[in-house]
């Protein structure tokens, strides 16, 4: 089951950090999956594509889809510290990685700290607050791929 969920994680981040032309479709699928019968409107659908994620219950529970998906969270051990680093670490050194990961859990408590423990999907979106600067990176360089692509 933990080699099944490392090797979808890896494809899924070897695709969005190698093939960017792809990487931005597949985090719009995913997306569109996450969004599925919540009566998400195209508007909401969109800001989710453009790294806009409002404070509200459904897209609460669209990030924790996408987390889930990405294998960085599960609702019984929550976030997955390691994992995020390997998607985030961008360019940094592995010696850097007991930082990003100290930094991170005293965000993650932080943040969490109001929010229930049964909460997954409100937990979710505390969690993201850590990350967002590193994942609108992550956005910004995808788009910048998948136009440089396009180009040629």
């Not at 569109?32 to 195209?42: D, K, L, Y």
Request: charged content about 20%; hydrophobic content about 40%.
């Amino acid at each position: 089951m933990i080699a099944v969920r490392y090797l979808r994680f890896v494809l899924i981040i070897g695709m969005l950090l190698t093939i960017p032309v792809n990487a931005g479709e597949i985090l719009n699928r995913l997306i569109a999956v996450c969004t599925q019968g919540q009566n998400s409107s195209a508007e909401l659908v969109e800001r989710y594509k453009n790294g806009d994620f409002p404070d509200d219950h459904n897209t609460h529970c669209m990030m924790r889809c996408v987390a889930l998906n990405f294998g960085v969270y599960d609702d019984l051990n929550g976030i997955h510290m390691h994992d995020t680093w390997l998607m985030f670490r961008a360019g940094r050194s592995a010696a850097q990685e007991k930082s990003f990961a100290d930094q991170h859990h005293k965000c993650i408590a932080q943040q969490t700290k109001a929010f229930p423990s049964d909460d997954y999907c409100g937990r979710v979106f505390a969690i993201y607050q850590c990350y967002k600067e590193e994942f609108q990176t992550m956005l910004k360089n995808i788009r910048k791929g998948a136009a440089k692509a396009a180009r040629h």
